[in-house]
């Protein structure tokens, strides 16, 4: 409950306008201010005078020279991010290239060897491309 | 209340104080913080007036200020790809740690007595404003500056930044009636500096 005591310190505190009251006790404070007007008229009125002056002080804009300052001040860590990201992509990329190559490579090394397999009697004994040094075979 | 900005700055990384809500900030601060430059331009565009005003009304020097500022946004990109939703709300983390840097300046003003005050920031020209609003922006200022720092400090937030008064609370470190307790002395010194021009009509 909103007492006269507490409603004077609430205004010497926070000025003249509800506005300003805590949340939590506007609503008491303005249904005693409206039940008992003449009671707290004079303070009221000291108080809103205050806030009149006060609100005469006024700070500057700043300036876009000063904004663009701060702004490019800020990092830019998304443009280093993309470079990375790109690198680490273009590497992959050559990765990749450099293995399907090797692969290539390695198919056209093999492919003789292994066709000739394919058309090779089957004898039971050891090709020379099983046994490149005859060591099975000596066995 | 110990000020060393490192040790809160950690601290609002990783905890969950002052916090009850999802803060519409996190995203953006993410997105700042992977690099996205749309995110960055909005991270200016919506916190940079908010933290300028903060460090001018603190320092009174609108140079000062725009020197915090620049370095309180330092912080914000070394420490925005790190930063963790569920921790501190973004907006008080970048109060503290304008504070911390304002309340660095204001130790070494102390330490280092200057023969002249700080030069009182000229709003510039304004066609909505008259020169009788200078004149009154000027005393407020002047008013401000004369109050003890801890004073100020609830003053500005609350009345200027509009923070709650459970959050400023948490930001200064000290209990909802303390900050109460500041507030107060605070209006009331206020009213007296400023008592020919704050008369009730």
Same mark, same amino acid.
């Given at each position: =409950? =909103?007492?006269?005591?507490?409603?004077?310190?609430?205004v010497g505190?926070? *000025?003249?306008? &509800?506005q300003?009251?805590?949340?939590g006790e506007?609503a008491a404070?303005t249904?005693?201010?409206?039940?008992n &007007?003449e009671?707290?008229a004079?303070?009221l009125?000291?108080e809103?005078?205050?806030?009149?002056v006060l609100?005469?002080?006024?700070t500057?804009?700043?300036?876009?020279?000063?904004?663009?300052?701060l702004v490019g001040?800020?990092?830019? /860590?998304r443009?280093?991010?993309r470079?990375?990201?790109w690198l680490?992509?273009?590497?992959l990329?050559l990765g990749?290239?450099a293995?399907?190559?090797?692969?290539?490579a390695?198919?056209?090394?093999?492919a &003789?060897?292994?066709?000739?397999?394919?058309f090779?009697?089957?004898?039971? /004994?050891s090709?020379?491309?099983?046994? &490149?040094? *005859?060591?099975?075979s000596?066995s | 209340?110990?000020?060393?900005?490192?040790?809160?700055?950690r601290?609002?990384?990783t905890?969950?104080?002052?916090r009850?809500?999802?803060?519409?900030?996190?995203?953006l601060?993410r997105?700042?913080? @992977?690099?996205d430059? @749309?995110a960055v331009?909005?991270l200016?565009? !919506?916190k940079?007036?908010?933290?300028?005003?903060l460090?001018e009304?603190m320092l009174?020097? $609108?140079s000062?200020?725009?020197d915090?500022?620049? #370095?309180?946004f330092?912080?914000?990109?070394r420490?925005a790809?790190?930063?963790r939703?569920?921790? $501190?709300r973004?907006?008080?983390w970048?109060?503290?740690v304008?504070?911390n840097?304002?309340?660095?300046?204001l130790?070494r003003?102390?330490?280092?007595p200057? @023969?002249?005050?700080p030069e009182?920031p000229d709003?510039?020209p304004a066609?909505?404003?008259g020169?009788? $609003?200078?004149?009154?922006g000027r005393r407020v200022?002047?008013?401000?500056?004369a109050?003890?720092?801890?004073?100020r400090?609830a003053?500005?937030?609350?009345?200027?930044q #509009?923070?709650?008064?459970i959050?400023? !609370?948490?930001?200064m470190g000290?209990?909802?009636? !303390?900050l109460?307790?500041?507030?107060s002395?605070?209006?009331?010194?206020?009213?007296?500096a400023?008592a020919?021009l704050a008369r009730p009509?």
């Amino acid at each position: =409950m =909103m007492t006269e005591e507490r409603f004077l310190t609430l205004v010497g505190a926070y *000025g003249a306008d &509800p506005q300003r009251w805590p949340l939590g006790e506007r609503a008491a404070a303005t249904a005693f201010l409206d039940a008992n &007007p003449e009671l707290v008229a004079a303070c009221l009125e000291a108080e809103a005078a205050l806030d009149a002056v006060l609100a005469a002080h006024l700070t500057r804009d700043p300036s876009a020279a000063f904004r663009g300052r701060l702004v490019g001040a800020a990092p830019r /860590q998304r443009a280093v991010g993309r470079t990375w990201r790109w690198l680490a992509g273009a590497g992959l990329g050559l990765g990749l290239a450099a293995s399907c190559a090797a692969g290539v490579a390695a198919g056209f090394t093999l492919a &003789p060897a292994s066709v000739s397999r394919l058309f090779e009697p089957a004898t039971g /004994q050891s090709s020379s491309l099983a046994d &490149p040094v *005859g060591d099975v075979s000596a066995s | 209340m110990a000020y060393g900005s490192d040790a809160w700055t950690r601290l609002a990384l990783t905890s969950g104080a002052g916090r009850d809500a999802v803060d519409p900030d996190d995203e953006l601060v993410r997105r700042a913080g @992977a690099g996205d430059a @749309a995110a960055v331009q909005a991270l200016v565009a !919506a916190k940079l007036r908010r933290v300028l005003a903060l460090a001018e009304r603190m320092l009174g020097d $609108a140079s000062e200020a725009e020197d915090v500022a620049q #370095e309180t946004f330092f912080r914000v990109w070394r420490h925005a790809a790190r930063w963790r939703p569920g921790g $501190a709300r973004f907006d008080t983390w970048l109060h503290r740690v304008t504070l911390n840097l304002c309340y660095d300046r204001l130790r070494r003003r102390r330490e280092r007595p200057v @023969a002249e005050p700080p030069e009182t920031p000229d709003p510039g020209p304004a066609p909505d404003r008259g020169l009788h $609003a200078m004149d009154t922006g000027r005393r407020v200022q002047a008013a401000l500056q004369a109050l003890p720092p801890r004073q100020r400090e609830a003053i500005v937030l609350c009345h200027y930044q #509009e923070l709650g008064n459970i959050e400023a !609370a948490a930001l200064m470190g000290v209990s909802v009636e !303390a900050l109460e307790s500041l507030l107060s002395r605070g209006r009331r010194a206020l009213k007296s500096a400023l008592a020919d021009l704050a008369r009730p009509d």
